[in-house]
Nanobody, 126 residues
């Protein structure tokens, strides 16, 4: 089992920044690829960003490219999502998720991730 706890969400004005954190516990963190997904009211959960076990490869949705940066610290067992130039359409609950490395490379797909956090709300006002 891997337990994931997100933090760092909040209310921010358009154009502002937030950094989300996701602390992992329970298994060897570096054995897992990590992803961030988001779900806006009335919409399906969508992929935002992902990172491989080492931190050397990252993946971003087109909607966040150039604005969001995913990173990880395998000593602190934490993955981060730095969000800049936020827009009202970024408003959503943001979830981090973990997928065991070696079980495929479906970074963009929610079904690939075994473990999920409870989510943190991000609200961007116009």
């Amino acid at each position: 089992q891997v337990q994931l706890v997100e933090s760092g969400g909040g209310l921010v004005q358009a154009g502002g920044s937030l950094r989300l954190s996701c602390a992992a516990s329970g298994r060897t963190f570096s054995n897992y690829a990590m992803g961030w997904f988001r779900q806006a009211p009335g919409k399906e959960r969508e992929f935002a960003a992902a990172i491989d076990w080492s931190g050397s490869k990252t993946y971003n949705a087109d909607s966040v490219k150039g604005r969001f940066t995913i990173s990880r610290d395998n000593v602190k067992n934490t993955v981060y999502l730095q969000m800049n130039s936020l827009k009202p359409e970024d408003t959503a609950v943001y979830y981090c998720a973990a997928a065991r490395e070696g079980s495929g490379n479906y970074y963009y797909s929610a079904w690939w991730y075994e473990y999920w956090g409870q989510g943190t709300q991000v609200t961007v006002s116009s």
